[in-house]
């Protein structure tokens, strides 16, 4: 055999084993996640571990409610290999952009599973994106229950697997493990809660996103503004409110980290109390204080209790 035919030999043997190799590297390079805010990017980053490559629309500190996506936001999705939404109604621009981008692979809503909380009967003030009262809508703030951040992980560990089978192993353990964490903040989180006595379990906090924390951990928790920060408070419901605190003697005021403390800080003055310090509802923290979903409930616990112990 001559030298020309060796070579063409040895050249289409290599060439072989490369398009061999292709559909394996493919399934073994990180799955292109694009989660549509921090908190569950984080989570998706906790149940993915190396398996994944994650980018979020609504980055820390950001407001989601009032995030009006980019065309490069419309290439992030268009380039992903797996979109995850919260859903209940959170991420109300992301059926549009989905659709602008030409995205038509899987879309994971996390909080699939989960009991919604109606909000009409806790809160008649509040308002949805139009300014109509939201009387019957619903919260769609569902990770500030821990019990439903677990069920936020099942749905992640599912669609992870799915996505990427010949990893599933590792990605199950990876969940076993975050929701074991979960668990034992829970408990944290009762265990710090439960040092406040019932009476003084009162807080204003600056837009209605602590819902299902406080139904699950036993808080009331007020605010001036409903569901959404699209809406202002009107000066009716800021008024309704400090007559509130006043009534029920409530000193512990909140701010949160998406939204302007002005209006928080007013009512504290006006009504006579303090504000308390700074709560993680909607976003993590650019600074490592809540840039996690678990130190943001550490964080929460922790400074609402002290606040409310402090009356």
């Known amino acids: ?30 799955l292109k996640v694009v989660a549509s805010f921090s908190i569950l990017a984080d989570m998706v980053r906790a149940v993915g571990g190396d398996a994944v490559s994650v980018s979020m629309l609504v980055g820390p500190d ?59 009967e806790a809160h008649d003030h509040a308002h949805g994106p139009a300014g109509q009262a939201a009387h019957g809508s619903v919260d769609p703030h569902a990770w500030q229950d821990l019990a439903n951040g677990m069920v936020y992980v099942e749905n ?6 799915e996505a990427r089978p010949a990893q599933a192993g590792a990605i199950n353990a990876r969940a076993a493990a975050y929701a074991a964490q979960l668990r034992e ?12 006595p019932l009476a003084q379990r009162r807080v204003i906090t600056s837009h209605d996103a602590f819902g299902y924390f406080g139904a699950a951990y036993g808080l009331e928790l007020l605010s001036p503004q409903g569901r959404s920060t699209e809406s202002e408070a009107s ?12 009534a029920h003697q409530v000193r512990a005021v909140f701010v949160e980290n998406i939204s302007n403390p002005r209006m928080v800080e007013r009512i504290a003055r006006e009504g006579g109390g303090v504000v ?6 909607d976003a993590l923290s650019a600074d490592p204080v809540a840039d996690s979903y678990l130190k943001m409930f550490r964080h929460n616990a922790t400074v609402l209790a002290g606040a409310m112990l402090a009356r």
């Not at 000066?235 to 006043?246: T, W």
């Open 276 to 281: 308390g310090g700074r709560l993680y509802s």
């Open 235 to 246: 000066a009716a419901d800021v008024a309704r409110l400090i007559r509130q605190m006043k």
């Open 62 to 120: 950001g407001d989601a409610h009032v995030f009006e996506p980019r065309p490069a936001d419309a290439r992030r999705v268009a380039g992903a290999d797996l979109v995850v939404v919260n859903g209940l109604d959170f991420e109300g621009w992301m059926t549009r952009l989905i659709r602008s981008a030409g995205y038509r692979g899987k879309v994971v809503v996390a909080s699939r599973g989960v009991t919604p909380r109606r909000m009409a």
């Open 185 to 196: 903040m829970d408990a944290f989180v009762r265990e710090t809660l439960a040092r406040v």
């Open 156 to 161: 992640l560990r599912a669609a992870l697997v």
């Open 1 to 30: 055999m001559n030298m020309p035919v060796r070579f063409l030999l040895r050249l289409g043997a290599a060439l072989l084993a490369c398009f061999c190799l292709l559909p394996a590297r493919a399934a073994d390079a990180p």
